[in-house]
């Protein structure tokens, strides 16, 4: 039997109940394993291209808000007893800053998604994030649809 140890452990943030559940079991995973967690955020500036001058002001929202936001997760790792805790924060395409880029600065063997909430229409149009990244990541991946059995 092979026994699989994970040194770096990537979870995606994006403030949605499953992120949540996969930040919870990358702390449970990290914890087991003594692993690094990365936790990453991408603020996708795909859908800030309507923003007719990309006002600075909107970026420097976005990103203070995305940056409290891990800062808390990065907290609540750590009064879980999570040793090693590093937070990411990129401006770009999450589908790709997710499955490749992050993955490969910071030497990722574990990606931990939520599942995307999209409907079968949306999915159509515009696919699925963790689809994606399932097809296009080189490491291990674990998608966490709902509140489940703990890992």
């Not at 401006?91 to 499955?99: D, E, I, M, R």
């Not at 699925?128 to 709902?146: C, F, G, N, P, T």
Request: hydrophobic content about 45%.
């Amino acid at each position: 039997m092979v026994t699989q140890s994970y040194r770096h452990i990537l979870v995606g943030i994006d403030g949605s109940p499953q992120a949540e559940l996969a930040f919870e079991k990358g702390c449970a995973v990290a914890l087991r394993n003594d692993a690094q967690l990365v936790l990453a955020h991408v603020i996708d500036t795909r859908t800030l291209q309507n923003i007719a001058t990309l006002d600075t002001f909107v970026f420097e929202t976005l990103e203070k808000d995305a940056r409290q936001m891990l800062e808390d997760y990065k907290t609540q790792a750590l009064d879980k007893g999570v040793r090693d805790v590093k937070i990411v924060l990129e401006f770009g395409n999450p589908k790709t800053l997710l499955a490749v880029d992050i993955p490969e600065s910071e030497n990722v063997d574990l990606i931990l998604l939520g599942a995307t909430g999209l409907n079968a229409i949306e999915r159509l149009l515009i696919g699925s994030s963790s689809e994606y990244i399932m097809r296009h990541a080189k490491v291990d991946i674990l998608v966490i649809r709902e509140e489940s059995k703990t890992l």
